[in-house]
């Protein structure tokens, strides 16, 4: 229904001013897109959101409104509505990534083309993956990725599950002897998966009893496949509320002396023989954990696309929204844009420069797994196996708390509207929340990075030949022969100097922890602190490296581009050293003088930045049906649209109520009976229970 308000208009037109704020740059935004996300990757965008928007069954104006159980019922209709559609359109598996990716939701289908999917092609033998990969590929059958237990998350050793070996049936027997062997969190698990991946200890029997030979895959079918309910000797449910996730049912399952046949465990690397039961080892143990690595790896690059959309709203709000006059200003000045203020260009810039940081780093990650991946599949090749695990769990540490807690800051930079479920922030972080625990928590994985680079730094001290011309290794030794030298890099004037400072402290870092280990005879649980410290300084010197490297692949773009990029660079870096001062000041990297001018030179490249912010955040090419934010639109019309949804859209609006708390009618005119009912329904309450009619009284 029309109402006067629809002849009202903002005070200032957002769309004029966002248009200025593009004018103002002359940043070449689509071949920065191009740069970024590759020119096929903004073309299946393109064609594949036009397909979303084009089905009702996408629309995200009602999400925010709905109860969990409802938003699963509706995630799953379109994880079944998204499956069809690429039947339809002939999707490939980029495709279908890209539109799963523009839903934004958790899909109960997700598992089953990720970890899944993956952990049967790299751990299943040719026998395994000639029966499993038609149905996987297929669809046919629907799985989970169970390895988290109730009692045991990171510490995968440590998993409670139990594999026997029955060496009469020549079968697996798959049993939870504890409420805490109990398979936990994992996702498609809980009403949805028919198979699992099931991570359980190896038992094996020999003549001094039973062995455990670690965790191993197994895979497993959990259900019935036409009635959809749990096998015998298998329980399964979906877990409850949770932060985020609202679509996908995260599962629990416990296994009863439940059997599955010899081949149900994935023999590629290891493998029991059925005739002795005799075990055969992997030839390198870490092979095991090739899904997770591979999601690691996968996490750390959707880092990137997830802190761009936070930053595309900020920024986009920010340079729209106008508060109080210049206090320095003569007369009657206009107010003052948001993003002006250093106290909100310290907060959103920095995050703009992570963004590419992200990128540049996301890139060579992917790098890394494809060359390991192919080292032992094409050669046997092991040797890179524990650098891409030590680098994608540093990176997966780093990389997802910089977007989660960027996420956040850039919410609260918008004032009290980024508040509301029309910034579009809602469901971008209480979703992305998880990542910083889920495959991993970033406080535990970031022990394997350090154990890694302290065996790194024995190697370096003992000038050991093994891997003598590594970068690390060439890094450390390095390190070792100018460490008594007082080093100092001008990191204030040479970029070059900037990736060096950042490489001495993870060096110096790195040797005072095996100072520590190895000297001083320290337990590790003592050093834990210190070792997420090493971690996080490694990787904090992977992405300025791998930031700075990156700048060398933008000499094809239009003059103004690179100029640019290099001084998101600088803030990037500049800002990492400002935040821990501490570290670079104690080894010498730089001086009190560099870090009592530090502040100033950061406030002047975010000032040579802010001129092309908005130009930066429409190089991530966002579309707004992603964004789903009044605040960040392309459009800037933040004030008409986000109006509208309050107006227009809230449900609330459509219904009268009754505020006599005398009566317990809720909906005017309903009558105290019928919202008896539905009250007692929502808490899940009979109406003639005793003590509901005591609380009435």
Same mark, same amino acid.
């Given at each position: 229904m029309k109402d006067f308000t629809d002849n009202l208009q903002?005070?200032?037109?957002?769309?004029?001013?966002? @248009?200025?704020?593009? !004018?103002?740059?002359?940043l070449n935004v689509q071949q920065l897109s191009e740069h970024l996300l590759t020119p096929e990757f903004l073309s299946r965008q393109s064609r594949i959101v036009q397909i979303l928007q084009a089905d009702p069954i996408f629309s995200k104006k009602t999400q925010l409104n709905l109860a969990r159980p409802h938003r699963f019922h509706l995630g799953l209709a379109r994880a079944k509505a998204l499956r069809r559609l690429a039947v339809k359109h002939g999707w490939n598996r980029d495709d279908y990534k890209m539109a799963d990716y523009l839903v934004d939701e958790m899909s109960p289908y997700h598992l089953t083309w990720t970890m899944f999917s993956t952990s049967i092609h790299e751990q299943g033998d040719d026998t395994q993956r000639a029966y499993w990969g038609p149905k996987d590929e297929s669809w046919s059958i629907i799985g989970a990725y169970a390895q988290t237990e109730m009692g045991h998350g990171s510490n995968v050793r440590g998993l409670e599950l139990e594999a026997r070996w029955d060496h009469i049936t020549k079968e697996f027997v798959l049993h939870s002897p504890t409420i805490t062997a109990s398979k936990f969190w994992n996702g498609a698990l809980g009403r949805t998966a028919n198979h699992a991946i099931v991570v359980a200890q190896l038992m094996l029997p020999e003549e001094e009893g039973i062995r455990s030979y670690g965790p191993h895959q197994f895979i497993v079918q959990i259900r019935d496949m036409k009635t959809c309910q749990p096998l015998e000797g298998v329980i399964i449910g979906d877990i409850g509320p949770k932060y985020g996730y609202a679509s996908m049912d995260n599962g629990y399952m416990l296994f009863n002396n439940f059997h599955v046949p010899h081949s149900a465990m994935l023999a590629r690397y290891a493998r029991v023989d059925p005739t002795t039961g005799k075990y055969t080892k992997?030839?390198?143990? @870490?092979? *095991?954990?090739?899904?997770?690595?591979?999601?690691? !790896?996968?996490?750390?690059?959707? @880092?990137?696309?997830i802190l761009a959309r936070a930053v595309t709203i900020a920024t986009r709000y920010t340079t729209i929204r106008r508060q109080f006059q210049d206090r320095d200003a003569?007369?009657?000045?206009?107010?003052?844009t948001v993003l002006d203020y250093p106290t909100v260009q310290i907060r959103v810039l920095p995050l703009l420069a992570t963004t590419f940081a992200l990128h540049y780093t996301g890139l060579a990650m992917q790098e890394l797994y494809t060359s390991t991946r192919s080292s032992i599949e094409n050669q046997g090749d092991f040797t890179g196996l524990a650098e891409m695990h030590a680098a994608s769990s540093g990176l997966k540490s780093i990389c997802t708390m910089l977007a989660a807690d960027g996420i956040e800051t850039s919410r609260r930079a918008m004032g009290g509207h980024g508040f509301h479920g029309a910034s579009g922030m809602i469901p971008l972080n209480s979703d992305y929340l998880s990542k910083p625990t889920v495959e991993g928590d970033n406080w535990m994985i970031t022990q394997q990075t350090a154990s890694y680079l302290l065996k790194q730094m024995t190697d370096a *001290?003992?000038?050991?030949p093994e891997n003598a011309n590594a970068p690390l290794q060439q890094q450390y030794r390095r390190y070792l022969r100018n460490m008594r030298q007082q080093v100092v890099f001008d990191v204030l004037r040479d970029d070059a100097e900037l990736v060096e400072a950042f490489r001495h402290r993870a060096s110096a870092m790195a040797h005072n922890v095996f100072q520590k280990r190895t000297l001083e005879k320290r337990s590790w649980t003592s050093l834990m602190i210190e070792l997420h410290k090493l971690s996080r300084a490694h990787s904090q010197a992977l992405l *300025?490296?791998?930031f700075y490297n990156g700048l060398e692949t933008t000499a094809s773009l239009d003059p103004s581009?690179?100029?640019v990029l290099r001084l998101l660079f600088r803030l990037?870096?500049?800002y990492t050293i400002e935040v821990d001062a501490a570290d670079f000041l104690m080894i010498g990297a730089i001086t009190n003088d560099q870090l009592s001018t530090l502040s100033m030179r950061i406030q002047e490249v975010m000032n040579?930045?802010?001129?092309?912010a908005v130009r930066l955040v429409d190089a991530w090419a966002v579309p707004d049906f992603l964004l789903d934010s009044a605040l960040g639109n392309y459009d800037g019309d933040v004030y008409n649209e986000l109006f509208r949804r309050v107006h227009r859209e809230n449900p609330l609006n459509e219904e009268t109520f009754n505020p006599d708390w005398k009566t317990e009618e809720i909906l005017l005119g309903e009558g105290e009976e019928v919202a008896r009912r539905r009250i007692a329904e929502m808490v899940k309450v009979d109406v003639k229970n005793e003590q509901w009619e005591k609380a009435k009284l």
């Open positions: 903002p005070a200032e037109s957002g769309r004029e001013i966002i @248009a200025k704020e593009r !004018a103002q740059s002359d992997p030839a390198n143990p @870490a092979v *095991v954990y090739g899904s997770l690595t591979y999601v690691r !790896a996968q996490i750390i690059m959707h @880092a990137r696309l003569q007369g009657g000045s206009p107010e003052v *001290v003992k000038s050991s *300025v490296s791998n581009s690179p100029p990037f870096a500049l040579q930045i802010r001129p092309h």
